[in-house]
């Protein structure tokens, strides 16, 4: 309890130290979108690291998120904080009500749901034209601003992102460490076992999508303030995909891993700009090397390496003796 | 404490139980046995919940629970263990039990992300209680282990305490001695005493018979789906019909 309080704190210190010798520079930028992946891959771990349910539909909440902020502040011209809360409320609210059917599914069938879900929802991100702009985009969505402060520069969007992400981050490792989170992974484990100890799998398994489609809104009001520019290719299929990734390579069932992942999946595509067309081929491989040698991710594999070096050098040590 | 009231149980046209009837006395240990086939964990089954009775009706406490789902039944404290035991694997032993008190705690999705201060003592309490379980069991030791870990002995045990955290009136235990040694058997034997002592009714459906002899107040026999006997263990010992069907005639 104490060390994990402590971990936090440090984690915490790290992220508001970072931005200091970038001094706000083109790093700072991807930064604030690390902050903003880490969100959206940490509710998706929530529901599949923690309570073992996939979604292949994520990107359809971070899209909701942001168009229903992009579409309120500059057709409605409402108050972007209040549209933040209102919009992420109404998308746990979709979320709750096509959460009952579609996790009744197991497997492959709710992969396959929940993909419908994020492609339906895509689609009509490019069909309403006359509220989102249609595949040309939403533009002029105004930055954030609490009294004359404005979040227009990189370095206060970093703050901005970074001070909700540790929010979630919090929140997140108080709910794992609890009886909610306890009740997520015994059904992870076994459902039959965990409805015979009186858990009630059907709700906490809404609830848990409901919270990762919440998280996924916020996430996605925050991406368009920071870009003031928004368009439906940003919250395609591939994207749900890219967040699965994340949280494959960052760690299943880990808070850390969530942004890990979130970090190296962001920066990895500016470090293979230089491969251009084929960075795929990269990703690929990444993710092949990953689940062969690494299955539980990093936030697994450091704490695994360390111990393979630490008996390695007790034995040396054995044998110089 | 649990009433069976003509019990059958037919699959298709293969009838499973047919005309089964006994009482489970309130802070007994029963024993229900016989031979490979006879129907012990269809009618296991049937008074967990599992299965609906094709006829009869399964009573607790006077009160008809025959259409009760396993979990409706378990919060009327009929719970039950499994023959190849369902632990969480990948949890710790403690968070396991911890786990079994689901039901006698009420955090929800609010209270624990937001560390409420009644969610913290809850928590507190959760964990004194699980501890109290392990050290029943004997395995307290083993608290921060992985379950998955544990050998099959361990992980019978476990799952005892996991169950006893439910705080059961009736404890229905499916081949509990099943893969354990000798000695495990004899630990076992002493745990389920222990039980009972608590004034917990245990039923159980076991192979061994050296353990069944040797704990139960009453047994039931079973015999191709119908009840062949009834009565004490040195009765069922003397019983001649019991003989033939375990050694069959002369």
């Not at chain 1, 690291?49 to 409402?78: C, H």
């Amino acid at each position: 309890m104490k060390s994990d309080k402590l971990k936090f704190l440090v984690f915490a210190l790290v992220v508001f130290l970072v931005p200091l010798p970038l001094s706000g520079g083109y790093l700072t930028n991807v930064l604030v979108f690390v902050g903003i992946n880490s969100m959206l891959a940490l509710g998706l771990n929530l529901l599949l690291g923690y309570a073992g349910q996939i979604s292949l539909g994520q990107a359809a909440f971070f899209g909701l998120g942001a168009y229903g902020s992009g579409v309120l502040t500059t057709l409605y011209a409402m108050n972007p904080w209040v549209a933040m809360i209102l919009v992420a409320l109404c998308v746990a609210l979709f979320a709750f009500a096509i959460g009952f059917p579609v996790l009744r599914l197991k497997g492959h069938y709710l992969a396959m749901a929940t993909l419908g879900v994020g492609v339906i929802v895509n689609i009509a991100f490019n069909e309403t034209v006359d509220l989102t702009g249609g595949p040309s985009g939403l533009s002029g969505i105004p930055n954030l601003a609490i009294g004359s402060l404005t979040f227009d520069s990189d370095l206060k969007n970093y703050y901005l992102v970074w001070c909700f992400a540790l929010g979630m981050i919090l929140l997140s490792l108080n709910l794992v460490n609890s009886r909610f989170g306890r009740g997520l992974r015994a059904i992870h484990d076994s459902e039959v076992a965990a409805r015979v100890m009186g858990v009630n799998a059907r709700l906490m398994k809404v609830q848990v999508f409901t919270l990762s489609a919440f998280m996924s809104a916020i996430a996605g009001s925050l991406y368009c303030h920071v870009m003031t520019f928004i368009s439906p290719a940003s919250f395609s299929f591939h994207f749900s995909v890219e967040l699965l990734t994340m949280i494959v390579i960052g760690g299943l069932g880990s808070v850390y891993g969530s942004i890990l992942g979130a970090l190296l999946l962001t920066l990895l595509p500016e470090m293979l700009r230089t491969f251009q067309d084929y960075d795929i081929i990269v990703y690929g491989l990444l993710l092949i090397t990953m689940t062969i040698y690494l299955p539980g991710g990093l936030a697994a594999g450091f704490p695994a390496l360390f111990r393979r070096l630490i008996p390695a050098r007790k034995a040396t040590e054995g044998s110089n003796a | 404490m649990l009433s069976l009231n003509g019990i059958g149980k037919r699959f298709g046209g293969l009838t499973a139980l047919e005309g089964i009837s006994f009482n489970v006395g309130k802070g007994s240990i029963t024993g229900i046995i016989g031979p490979n086939g006879a129907g012990k964990t269809t009618l296991f089954n049937v008074a967990t919940g599992i299965y609906p009775p094709s006829t009869g009706a399964v009573l607790m406490e006077g009160r008809d629970i025959s259409k009760l789902p396993p979990e409706g039944r378990a919060r009327l404290g009929l719970v039950r263990t499994f023959q190849n035991i369902e632990l969480f694997g990948k949890m710790t032993v403690l968070e396991n039990v911890m786990v079994g008190l689901h039901t006698r705690s009420s955090s929800g999705l609010f209270a624990c992300s937001f560390r409420m201060p009644w969610q913290m003592s809850e928590e507190r309490r959760i964990r004194e209680r699980a501890l109290e379980l392990l050290e029943f069991v004997g395995i307290s030791e083993l608290a921060d282990v992985q379950a998955g870990t544990l050998s099959f002995g361990k992980g019978r045990l476990l799952e005892i305490a996991r169950a006893m955290a439910l705080e059961p009136k009736l404890l229905l235990m499916d081949e509990p001695a099943a893969g354990l040694n000798s000695s495990e058997t004899a630990e076992l034997a002493e745990l389920i005493k222990r039980i009972r002592d608590l004034g917990i009714t245990v039923a159980l459906v076991e192979h061994d018979m050296d353990l069944v002899m040797d704990i139960c107040d009453q047994l039931v026999v079973l015999n191709l789906g119908t009840m062949l006997a009834e009565g004490t263990p040195r009765e069922i010992q003397d019983n001649q019909a019991v003989i033939t069907a375990y050694l069959g005639e002369e």
